[in-house]
């Protein structure tokens, strides 16, 4: 699965896809993430399902694909020589992107998914 993301996200996304991502990104902050249907995504966006399932085959990989678009509008990785000065630089914008409803929504999907001890 990890080799179908990455090879996903070796394309970025187009122009045409934005509000495909915009729709799931507001779907999953109102409904989040156990509810979160390609169809209600494709109801919101305008679109039809199958106009999801050309570019993603999974709503494990549209969220993903949503997650690290999110990420790479609203929080830049400096380039810098050094670990600390970009960890340190990287604070400050990525602050408010964590804060957000969608990220937020994201995040407890993720720790609801993660493996652990019961």
Known sequence: MIDE?????LVRVHADE????AATLAELAESGHSTLSVESVAKRG???????YTR?????????????E???????VP?????????????????P???SPEVATMARAVA???PHDR
């Open 56 to 68: 993603w085959r999974t709503r494990e990989q549209l969220v993903l694909e949503a997650m690290l």
């Open 18 to 21: 934005r509000p495909r991502i």
């Open 5 to 9: 993301i990455s090879q996903t996200r």
């Open 112 to 114: 609801a998914q993660s």
């Open 70 to 76: 999110r990420a790479d509008e609203h929080v830049s």
């Open 97 to 99: 992107n964590l804060a």
């Open 79 to 95: 380039d810098t020589a050094s670990l600390r000065e970009a960890c340190a630089s990287w604070r400050e914008p990525a602050a």
């Open 46 to 52: 305008g679109v039809q399902e199958i106009t999801f």
